[in-house]
């Protein structure tokens, strides 16, 4: 099972369900549908937690809003899903980096179809975070520490 700590509760995925067990109120349950591989909450601007995306392994990419688990928007990107995500905020707006395979790619969290770039890595990518503007891409044993910047053009 992945879960998510936010300020606000917990959300658990598993499998194709999600629970959303708030620090307060009543806790509630949304069925997928989808095998989920994995997921990245979404940060606001003034750090707390304002949603979450989704990723399953039939290729949809699901944005709900939190705590209310309301969907976004969402779109199915066929032939792949993530193996690590995540969302970060350049002037002003949310992207989502994820990675696949020997790749990451980056979308626009406002439109999750266009990809705006793509890195291949000799390795696969085994795990993606982020270290202020520096995205950390773990391959194995070996680390490489990419600058923000570098991956999305200035709009």
Not at 29 to 57: M, N, Y
Not at 98 to 113: A, F, N, P, V, Y
Request: proline content about 7%; aromatic content about 6%; charged content about 15%.
């Amino acid at each position: 099972m992945l879960s998510c700590a936010t300020p606000h509760g917990i959300i658990e995925f598993e499998h194709g369900i999600i629970n959303w067990r708030p620090e307060r109120g009543p806790s509630h349950r949304v069925e997928l549908g989808e095998t989920i591989v994995t997921a990245c909450l979404i940060p606001s601007p003034q750090d707390s937690i304002q949603g979450v995306v989704i990723f399953s392994k039939q290729g949809l990419i699901i944005h709900l809003s939190i705590p209310s688990l309301v969907p976004i928007s969402s779109t199915r990107i066929g032939g792949w899903f993530p193996e690590s995500a995540q969302i970060v905020y350049f002037h002003g707006i949310p992207y989502v980096i994820s990675s696949h395979g020997k790749s990451i790619e980056t979308r626009c969290l406002d439109d999750l179809k266009g990809i705006i770039s793509t890195l291949e890595f000799q390795n696969k990518v085994d795990l993606l975070y982020l270290d202020g503007n520096t995205l950390i891409v773990i391959q194995g044993m070996n680390t490489a520490e990419i600058q923000i910047q570098d991956i999305i053009p200035l709009p």
